[in-house]
């Protein structure tokens, strides 16, 4: 008996439980990307090939400060919740029995309370507004990608049918208590992403049907600022403080993140690239670039593994609503596991409902990213780390970011914040709402098949 309890326990530990800087690094790789790396090419054929490698480079910089700010606020909200406790050491610590193995959980902070813990009410307030809406947009828009992506595949069943078999699928990340349990599917999330990428890199490179193509762009300032919208998810972690929260060590955060930017830059760039170069101006007018692509059972196997991708994606961005519901109702310190997974069936009816009525909802995502994802993760985190360090004490008690000193902090924080206002929340959302209204002429809540082709 003791040499099975000791094997369920090493099953568990290898497969379950992960809170290594690796296991981050999967998970930060695992929530960039899915669906989204369909639509880079456009968006590099939006801004051209120039400007895009640029912006790229740019925001994943810029995002690469707003989440080692994020990550400071939040360890100093550790301390400063339980100020016995190291930066290594887990807080909120609780343990639940179960009846063949032991759960470990950790009373898992998100981002408006870590925000909120340091600078009052008023900040918790509209950080928690912008972090709920975003993470409900991204939840439920992973639905209507999949049934899109699906039905590209096979298109016998509408795209409405598909968001009701794909439904079943989600629900199913219900079952996960926190970020500590997604090992498994973060690795093969990041197994999807790269085959993904070298897939469609490689099929570009052997297509020899693409004929003579055309680069006109950047053909608008509309257009090319629409592109420039589409690269934003690039510096953006949805999850930063769940991620962190489920580390052993969470000071570790912010080398896992720079290797996490690393890989998904060579994972997106090189189809970007090539795709761009091959087939030009053809992208401009379709958003699923794997559309371009022959056909073949390496090109289903893509779809399959984007579909499998979009599911882990799905676990993890519902995860922190799911949290946030159970601190609503009051369960979420509950040991009862079966009462904690029931609490959030009601979460994932809304946003089965929400992709069943607006699965057009897909059309709008440049549009809330420019206005949710710059201020949830770029413009709230720097102005906060402003908030919290303009005063000479908490700065003594605390690293300088950049490690060159105040100014240099204070100087990188308001130039991302200057960006984000101007070149997201300003040109681009002016581009975005252009192009949504374009788009969603004549639709109506509820649709079959959003934008199918007619039956021939």
Not at 18 to 43: C, E, H, M, Y
Not at 216 to 245: A, C, H, K, W
Not at 327 to 348: A, C, E, G, M
Not at 376 to 402: E, G, H, M, Q, T
């Amino acid at each position: 008996m003791s040499a099975t309890n000791s094997w369920d326990q090493a099953a568990l530990r290898l497969l379950w439980h992960g809170g290594s800087t690796f296991d981050a690094w999967l998970n930060i790789v695992a929530a960039k990307l899915a669906s989204r790396l369909l639509t880079f090419p456009q968006s590099t054929a939006q801004l051209g090939l120039p400007s895009a490698i640029v912006f790229q480079l740019l925001l994943s910089a810029m995002g690469l400060w707003a989440q080692s700010a994020i990550n400071v606020l939040y360890l100093r909200h550790k301390r400063m919740v339980n100020p016995e406790t190291t930066a290594n050491q887990p807080w909120h610590t609780t343990q639940v029995q179960s009846k063949s193995f032991r759960i470990d959980r950790l009373r898992a902070p998100q981002l408006h309370e870590v925000i909120g813990g340091l600078l009052g009410s008023k900040w918790k307030i509209v950080s928690l507004v912008f972090n709920i809406v975003t993470l409900f947009y991204v939840s439920s828009a992973q639905l209507i990608a999949c049934s899109n992506v699906a039905y590209t595949v096979n298109d016998n069943m509408d795209k409405r049918t598909w968001t009701f078999v794909f439904g079943a699928i989600f629900s199913l990340p219900i079952l996960f208590p926190s970020a500590h349990n997604y090992r498994v599917w973060s690795f093969l999330g990041v197994v999807t992403i790269i085959f993904d990428s070298a897939y469609m890199t490689i099929a570009t490179l052997f297509d020899r049907k693409a004929g003579n193509v055309r680069h006109s762009s950047p053909r608008s300032s509309q257009e090319y600022f629409t592109g420039l919208v589409g690269m934003l998810i690039l510096g953006n972690v949805p999850i930063p403080v769940e991620i962190m929260d489920a580390m052993w060590k969470p000071d570790e955060y912010q080398a896992a993140n720079l290797y996490g930017m690393a890989c998904i830059l060579v994972v997106v760039m090189l189809p970007s690239i090539s795709m761009e170069r091959k087939y030009g101006d053809k992208l401009l007018a379709t958003p699923n670039a794997m559309l371009l692509l022959p056909r073949s059972k390496f090109h289903d196997s893509a779809n399959v593994l984007i579909l499998l991708h979009v599911v882990i994606n799905f676990g993890m961005y519902s995860l922190a609503l799911y949290a946030t519901w159970e601190k609503i109702v009051r369960i979420h310190d509950s040991p009862s596991y079966v009462k904690r997974t029931l609490s959030r069936i009601p979460v994932f009816l809304a946003l089965w409902i929400t992709a069943l009525a607006f699965p057009f909802f897909g059309a709008i995502n440049k549009l809330l990213d420019a206005i949710l994802v710059s201020w949830n993760f770029f413009i709230i985190p720097c102005a906060a780390y402003i908030a919290v360090f303009w005063l000479p004490r908490p700065r003594r008690d605390s690293k300088s970011l950049s490690r060159l000193g105040w100014a240099v902090d204070l100087s990188v924080c308001l130039g991302i914040i200057l960006w984000m206002l101007v070149m997201q929340c300003g040109l681009g959302l002016w581009g975005d709402v252009h192009t949504f209204v374009k788009v969603l002429e004549g639709t109506r809540p509820f649709p079959k098949c959003y934008r199918c082709a007619p039956p021939k």
